[in-house]
Each structure stands twice: as structure tokens, then as C-alpha cells.
């Protein structure tokens, strides 16, 4: 009997709000280019009246993964702690109207924390520089997690970013162990080189014990096996772990499982934002594997995704990502 879910994601829940600029207001605020820095309120609340006109939509790295799956049909929940408050309302709203679960208890909007927030600059290159008020997410803990959803899920899927949380270890850890008590397995993105930095020997240790499909680009893979060759990278991840899906820009994709490796070749588009273009390679490669399809064609209908994300503002599909697939005879 199948499980309700085919696809749990746990993360940071958060609004983007994002804006356009020149590098030259990168360099005047101090912002490095192409990474995510934690910022606090007060800069959060700085930075957000220097930026000229924005967008806001319901964010989060492995919300986004969730919200992708969810559009092309997939049985999927979502986990990530938001206030009580207007952002918080635009977050649970925007992803349940994508058809994902999401069922995480708001923290009252009396106390101090409001929701985290996202602010996007995405520079005339079409990078994406992430300036990230982590909010109330920061404080999603065990007591989030519900042990009897784990355990109805087919995958969990952890977003690395959520490793940054005085709670957030134990969080996964409860999870991780509900999901694989009942069969499931376990999918990880590492989501940020400097967030691997911050936790390697958690990411390690995971890796190792838990985790049954890593999500990764190349930057963040290297850094995870603190490398300069994507080959050795991918080699040594593949020790480690089932399924490696690894993303290399304009070079496409290299999933590795054991001794066979894909390349997946990148689907040419003009690049207007990156924002999320790894987080819906994930969720398009989840819901391709979550419903039989070829290793291969998983990861070409991730690429494709991915291309459809880039080619426009926002971290959310525009296009109606089935009959994307159906139109490159992949479905």
C-alpha cells in the first residue's frame, strides 16, 4: 500500500522579496555576490528600504523544492516554522494553493521573532545574491516534527540551510529516524559552501549514516570533499550515499548510482534569475523518482525544470511543468 506522501520536505520557511540591481549596490552594501549571508533584523529591515521595487512570494529552499513537486501532482507536506503575522499568512497560503500539506503551527504574533525573509538581489548576470533574515524559522525544533507524518512519506527531504538552528539537528534527527523506522528513505541538499562550512562534520556524519540521495552543486559538493576536482567529488559521494544529483550550471547534471554515472546535458534558456533553480532540479528529480521513472529521465525532467525556473523572477514554476515534460517526450 503506498504512503500518503510520496515527498515530506523540512526547512526554512520564509518570503523572498526580490529586486533587481547593479553590482555596483552589491559592492556598495556590502553584499558578496552569488552566496547566502544570515543577516539580522535591523539589516533585514536596512537593506529592504535601500533596494528599488521588489516582489514578494512565498520562499524557502526546500519549500520551493515542495511547491515544484506539489504542481506536478505530487503527495507532498511541508515543514517550517512562520509567525502569526501578514508574511507568515503569504507563506502558508502561497504553498498550499500549490496542493502541498502544510500544517506546522504558527508561533504567535505577540512574541518577538516575526517570519524570516529573503531579500533577493539579482544582478543584470541573472546571479542571485541572498541576503536571508532567518526569523522564526531559525527556531524550528523536534516538538515541529510530526512522527506519524515521517513515517507516511516515502522521502523526507532536508534543506542543508535548516543545519544553521539551535534546535534544528535534533529536529532531523526525529525525523530521520520516524522516516527510516517505517522504510522511508532520506534525500539531503547541502544547500550553501559556507553552511557546509559551518556543519561539516554534521553534514559528514549524516551523509554517512543517513541520508540515501544528496542533492548538490559543484561548488557545494567540492566543498562538502574539500576538493578541486568534481570527479573525485562525485566519486567519493558515491561511497557515501545511493544516489548522488549533482548540478553543474551550464554543464548540466551528473547523477552518479554506484558504478554508472549520466551526464545530463543543460536545457538552453536566457537566464532572467537563478534563483531556484537547484531547489526545483530537486523537486522535479523527487517526483520523477518517487514515480518510477529511469534514472536518466529523472534527471532530464530536473534539468528541465530547473531551465523553466531560471527563465524568469521567482523561485516558483510559472510554466505548467507536465507539459514541459510531455513536450520533450519524457512523459
Not at 533585514?44 to 501532482?73: F, H
Not at 546571479?127 to 524550528?140: A, D, I, K, Q
Not at 550553501?192 to 559538493?221: G, Q, S, T
Not at 550515499?241 to 534558456?269: F, K, L, M, Q, Y
Request: hydrophobic share 45%; net charge negative.
Amino acid at each position: 500500500m503506498s504512503k500518503r506522501f510520496q515527498i515530506v520536505g523540512i526547512g526554512n520557511a520564509m518570503v523572498d522579496v526580490l529586486s533587481n540591481c547593479e553590482d555596483a549596490f552589491l559592492a556598495t552594501n556590502g553584499i558578496g555576490k552569488g552566496i547566502m549571508q544570515l543577516i539580522d533584523m535591523e539589516r533585514a529591515v536596512d537593506l529592504y528600504s535601500r533596494v528599488g521595487p521588489a516582489k514578494e512570494m512565498s520562499g524557502g529552499s526546500a519549500a520551493n523544492t515542495i511547491a515544484g513537486a506539489a504542481q506536478l501532482g505530487g503527495r507532498v507536506a511541508y515543514v517550517g516554522k512562520v509567525r502569526d503575522d501578514q508574511l507568515g499568512a503569504i507563506f502558508a497560503h502561497d504553498l498550499r494553493a500549490q496542493g502541498a500539506v502544510y500544517e506546522t503551527t504558527m508561533s504567535p504574533a505577540t512574541e518577538g521573532a516575526e517570519t524570516g525573509r529573503c531579500i533577493v538581489l539579482v544582478t543584470p548576470d541573472g546571479e542571485r545574491s541572498m541576503n536571508t533574515y532567518l526569523g522564526w524559522s531559525e527556531f524550528l525544533g523536534p516538538d515541529d516534527v510530526d512522527a506519524s507524518m515521517m513515517a507516511d512519506a516515502e522521502w523526507i527531504f532536508l534543506e542543508g540551510y535548516r543545519f544553521d538552528g539551535p534546535d534544528s539537528h535534533a529536529a532531523f534527527a526525529k525525523a530521520i529516524a520516524a522516516t527510516k523506522g517505517a522504510g522511508g528513505k532520506v534525500s539531503i541538499t547541502l544547500s550553501d559552501p559556507f553552511c557546509i562550512d559551518r556543519h561539516r562534520d554534521a553534514f559528514a556524519k549524516m551523509l554517512v549514516e543517513d541520508v540515501d540521495l544528496l542533492f548538490a552543486n559543484r561548488v557545494e559538493i567540492m566543498s562538502m570533499y574539500q576538493t578541486d576536482d568534481l570527479d573525485t567529488a562525485l566519486a567519493r559521494a558515491a561511497k557515501e550515499v545511493a544516489i548522488v544529483a549533482c548540478t553543474d550550471s551550464e554543464n548540466g547534471a551528473h547523477i552518479v548510482v554506484g558504478g554508472d554515472r549520466w551526464h545530463i546535458p543543460a536545457v538552453a534558456t536566457q537566464v532572467v534569475d537563478a534563483t531556484g533553480a537547484g531547489d526545483l532540479f530537486a523537486g522535479a528529480f523527487l517526483w520523477a523518482l518517487t514515480n518510477g521513472y529511469e534514472m536518466e529521465t529523472c534527471g532530464r525532467m530536473a534539468c528541465l525544470a530547473a531551465s523553466e525556473v531560471i527563465s524568469h523572477l521567482g523561485a516558483r514554476p510559472e510554466a505548467d511543468l507536465r507539459k514541459l515534460f510531455a513536450d520533450h517526450g519524457l512523459i
